[in-house]
């Protein structure tokens, strides 16, 4: 934590994980969203290229990889009007396959390397593809 | 430096353990937010300084994080004084 001599330490508001989240000070309460760690510039660690484990999120970067279903069909993750995910018999278009992209942290479809998204925002159940923003995490 | 647990002006990040690891951002000299991790933004990186035990930005270095409204609001800002109050 990062606390200061009244006892108020570093907050992200709400606790939700969203880009340009404001920081704030609140009183202790010890969850994750008042938890940092302080890493020296120096000692930052490299991060993965191409072909690498990431390892907080146990995805290769850039390595391109199938979903499965374990339903018995054992369907593959597909797009239907190359948006909308669905599961579909494996059929080799690049519709049904993903990878993980470092940079933006997302995982993208090969079909024109846009990104897993929640449709309107996460403010529905539906599961997509859309620009990458960042916001599925 | 034992009071604060920083080494003086080695420059670091402050990292959130929430799932996308984002880091403390100096947004335009002003406001702080979580942002992801861009390497060798000096907007995200912060030293301490041991004369006015401030933390300070090291793209702003003349600019401390302070508690907005002399500590009467919950904002958390970087401002240009060396009379910061939050340590």
Known sequence: MVVNEKGKVFDVLGGIDDENRNIQVYNKHGKVNQLWDIVYADEYPAEPIKGELNKDFGLYVERDFYISTAMSSHRYVDLINNRNMVIKSPNGRKTQKWYFHQQSLTIRTRYNNQSWDIKSAGKTTNMQIWSTNSGWF | ?87
Do not use: C
């Open chain 2, 1 to 87: 430096m034992h009071e604060t647990g920083f080494h003086v002006n080695r420059p670091f990040y402050l990292v959130s353990r929430l799932p996308m690891h984002r880091v403390a951002e100096a947004v335009g000299a002003n406001n702080m937010a979580i942002k992801r991790y861009r390497k060798n933004v000096l907007g995200q990186q912060f030293f301490f300084d041991a004369v006015s035990k401030t933390v300070r930005s090291q793209q702003w270095k003349n600019y401390a994080i302070e508690i907005q409204s002399n500590g009467g609001s919950a904002n958390v800002r970087m401002t240009s004084t060396i009379n910061s109050r939050w340590w």
